[in-house]
């Protein structure tokens, strides 16, 4: 969508992450006014990524924007508009009338442009007539020609309602999973007992429902491409969908390793088509819920508004998936949050979904056969409904995003509050009264990124109802005083706090990870003497043995294995049993915080909080630097406590 920024006077210095900007000169060679040739590369870029503005007469010098001015803005304005209804030069106009102002800065103009999203029906837009060479996509601030593969899907996109509606020739009923569609028809029968179409034969109950259908233009039937999605085998669908891959992984802690206790993809045990895998995956998502006791029209129904938003976000994951896209579908069940990811962005922009009332699903005729059986909401309202049914639980917020390279869409369920009590603790304790001095909206950031491990903007947005310049000045504000870092420019800024960063490589790996503090090098100590040797990386602990602070978790998994034996640690552990744990690790020498959590699957919160701040106040560990919240904090058991054995 175009940016709202422009409708009243705005500062130059407010435009940062607001919107997605590109400045540009306008003076022609002669210095007299003219619309550069770039502008429509970046109008492309922006109409084909997620809209954005272009500024002409303004520069960037040393991360500032500096207007320069526009000469004759007028006659440049006239030369944008004619070139925007020339389809020889650009192939769409997505600018509306007050879309391209003249504003006025001191004693000079300049033109602002703003850029909506096209729509699926317009993309690609491009310049010139060739959609192969002209396309272009706005990646990282910048304007990149789109590869052919990239603009045969917005090709595709734009061309077919319903991606999968294509009837595929000599794919019959033969290539379907005879259980799978037993099992639908069974859920069919409890949920419209009596109706019709149970009164068919298989064909024909498949040709009712969209698995099965006939091109009008061929003549030739066959099972659509949303029948062999929801009924085929994983091997038969590959055959048509090579990047075919649908995935659940259920994960054991909040800031734990990518690993996983439980995983389902199609390995050969069972179909792997599109119906099992929400079935088996539902059961998995809601497996320990608590479901309150209630009746429709006398019957019970086991259901929750946890329960219900999941299987909303499920539904919606699968029928918006663009199975040609080189992800997979994900799914992630962990004990702080759920995770959703399907590929594909969307079909409409973020906050049109978010509205309500607004339908592009990709897949129809999947979303059809879905709703058939009871899964799933009537159109564009299902999104609402995950927000509105997370929210009563009073939750955090839902967190709705896309990432473009590669192109998909991802939804986070957090189970934690607004203001988790863990979050607000060690800001507490980070920033002491600088943090309970901040304004609201500064400490509903800070939170944020405590809880969540990095925020953008556009999520502190919708957290709150700021306005977005007070929102981009209490980020900078932040940044300013070194309570948060930041990565990234305008529109791709990220902030996180100091020492934490979330890991991108992979969609819900962890909130917030521990960035390796710069390591230094501790003296050694010569108990005969007690000179130091700066050159060693030694240093002497209370009961004289020399240690070494490590900065890998390697020595640390191998001496839990000696402890535990071997296998995963487990996932929940009594509290005595995990101090002594601990003191056990800490044994003989200085061990960082950031090796304790990771080594030990915790979050570097809970440990210092639940674990390490008792033990250093019951004088079972010390710690290596007074100041408890030292970014390079380390802790060794003292050299009077006695470490029990660990059963």
Known sequence: M???LYSQNFDLADLTETTDVECKLAHGKDGAGQLPKSFWESYSAMANTHGGDILLGVEE???HLVAVGVPNAEKVKQDLWNGAHNPTQISANVLGVDDVRIVPTGKMEILVVSVRQARREERPVHVGLNPMTGTYLRRNEGDYRATEEQVRRMMAERVEDARD????????????????????????????????????????????????????????SGLTLAGLLMFGQSETIREVLPNYMVDYQERPEAKAEKRWVDR????GSWSGNVYDFFRRTYQKLTDGSKVPFRLVDGQRVEDSAQTE?????????????????????????????YGFRNPGRMRIPLDLALMGGNSDCRNRRLQTMFQLVGYGDHAGSGIPKIYSNWQSQQWRRPSLYELDEPEQTLMELRMESMFPEEAI?????????RFTGLPELERLVLVSA?????????????????????ITRALTSLVRAGMLESDGVRRGMIYFLPGYKKDNSEPFASPATVLPPPVEAAPVVDSSSGHSDPSSGHSESLSGHKSVVQDTTLGLKERLQELLGPGPLPARMPPDRMEELIVSLCDEQFVTLRDLAQALSRSDASLRKHYLNPLVDAGRLVRKYPAPSHPQQAYKRCSATTTKPID
């Open 264 to 267: 389902l993809i199609p390995d």
């Open 2 to 4: 175009a940016s709202t």
């Open 425 to 433: 603790e060690e800001l507490k304790e980070r920033f002491s009264e």
């Open 450 to 470: 405590a809880a969540e491990g990095t925020i953008n903007h556009a999520r502190v947005k919708e957290l709150c109802a700021d306005h977005p310049v007070d």
């Open 165 to 220: 509606a294509r009837v595929l020739e000599h794919y019959d009923i033969a290539d379907l999973d005879l259980e799978s569609v037993t099992s639908y028809r069974n859920r069919f029968s409890a949920v419209r007992p009596g109706h019709v179409y149970l009164d068919m034969g298989m064909s024909e109950f498949l040709q009712k429902i969209g698995a099965y259908g006939t091109d009008r233009a061929s003549g030739k």
């Open 309 to 337: 938003a999941l299987r909303e976000a499920l539904v919606n994951t699968l029928i918006h998936a663009d199975f040609t896209g080189r992800v997979s579908v994900l799914v992630v069940k962990r004990p702080d949050m």
């Open 61 to 63: 010098s040393r991360g």
